[in-house]
Antibody
Framework: QVQLVESGGGLVKPGGSLRLSCAAS????????MSWIRQAPGKGLEWVSY????????YYADSVKGRFTISRDNAKNSLYLQMNSLRAEDTAVYYC????????????WGRGTLVTVSS | QSALTQPASVSGSPGQSITISCTGT?????????VSWYQQHPGKAPKLMIY???KRPSGVSNRFSGSKSGNTASLTISGLQAEDEADYYC??????????FGTGTKVTVL
């Protein structure tokens, strides 16, 4: 069925790195822009990054620019988020979401993966 | 990019109508008809309820409707039901080719 499944979350020390993955199924992954969105515990949603269907266009939120890198492998139907120089404020559930390009909304979400940055 | 402003909480009795506002700027809400709304139940992923200001995805109840005036978008839930109790977030595309979410509104069904 049509779904997104995130993985790779866990506990990491401040300054450390982590790579999140999102496996897509049930739709033509290479046709869609994709995005990462996060939610700190008890807080609201925060957009993190998006990538175009080909990977040629990428945008980041100012809060993660220079530390996080979004990428995708269309042959593997997978989206990635490489997170470096992690801070306590990066602690959140990270959601993978499908973007409807041109109308600019998120029509399919994964269940999320929790990243905890703590010493 | 600052978060869009939503009321922290809104409540209503079953059957009533409630409206949640979402205020931004001319660089986001006011500049584009790319406002969307998401419903999130505790411990669950967000679910798309409205896109392009006022369009409803297939499967979403017609009790949910959206509108926009200037820099403020609104989500109205009519005929409030117990299952509507959740957090709601607005989102807008921005002039920087990025996205911004609202601060979130907790809807309580009395």
């Amino acid at each position: 069925q049509v779904q997104l499944v995130e993985s790779g979350g866990g506990l990491v020390k401040p300054g450390g790195s982590l790579r999140l993955s999102c496996a897509a199924s049930g739709f033509t992954f290479s046709d869609y822009y994709m995005s990462w969105i996060r939610q700190a515990p008890g807080k609201g949603l925060e957009w993190v990054s998006y990538i175009s269907s080909s990977g040629s266009t990428i945008y980041y939120a100012d809060s993660v620019k220079g530390r996080f890198t979004i990428s995708r492998d269309n042959a593997k139907n997978s989206l990635y988020l490489q997170m470096n120089s992690l801070r306590a404020e990066d602690t959140a559930v990270y959601y993978c979401a499908r973007v409807v390009h041109g109308d600019w909304y998120f029509d399919l979400w994964g269940r999320g993966t929790l990243v905890t940055v703590s010493s | 990019q600052s978060a869009l402003t939503q009321p922290a909480s809104v409540s209503g009795s079953p059957g009533q109508s409630i409206t949640i506002s979402c205020t931004g700027t001319s660089s986001d809400v006011g500049g584009y008809n790319y406002v969307s709304w998401y419903q999130q139940h505790p411990g669950k992923a967000p679910k798309l309820m409205i896109y392009d200001v006022s369009k409803r995805p297939s499967g979403v109840s017609n009790r949910f409707s959206g509108s926009k005036s200037g820099n403020t978008a609104s989500l109205t839930i009519s005929g409030l039901q117990a299952e509507d109790e959740a957090d709601y977030y607005c989102s807008s595309y921005t002039s920087s080719s990025t996205y911004v979410f609202g601060t979130g509104t907790k809807v309580t069904v009395l």
